[in-house]
């Protein structure tokens, strides 16, 4: 499995940003996938995760309401669309899949907010 990320920036604290998770190498509309981030100096955490029939959960509280996860099978891709950004959102975002008891991790997109 292969998971490119794509979309991060630097964007102002109340702006959006739209990133995508390219997929290849595995039937990707059977497959639940998810985003998870990484902020300096903290442990990787689960942000969304969209089921393989298209059901999202939110996994963090503080995203709650401003994010959200789609995928568009035809595309073998899924998004993250985030909104309202806080600087407190800086952090790397990666999307990964389990595939046959195995995690696969993409390389991640920078996002940072700040004015």
């Known amino acids: 499995a292969q998971l490119v990320e794509s979309g991060g920036g630097l964007v102002q604290p109340g702006g959006f940003l739209r990133l995508s998770c390219a997929s290849s190498g595995f039937p990707f509309s059977s497959h639940g996938m998810s985003w998870h981030r990484q902020a300096p100096g903290n442990e990787r955490e689960l942000v969304e995760r969209i089921s393989s029939a298209g059901g999202s959960t939110n996994y963090a509280d503080s995203v709650k309401g401003r994010f959200t996860i789609s995928r568009d099978n035809a595309k073998n891709t899924v998004y993250l669309q985030m909104n309202s950004l806080k600087p407190e959102d800086t952090a790397v975002y990666y999307c990964?899949?389990?595939?046959?008891?195995?995690?696969?991790w993409g390389q991640g997109t920078q996002v940072t907010v700040s004015s």
């Open positions: 990964r899949v389990v595939r046959q008891g195995l995690g696969y």
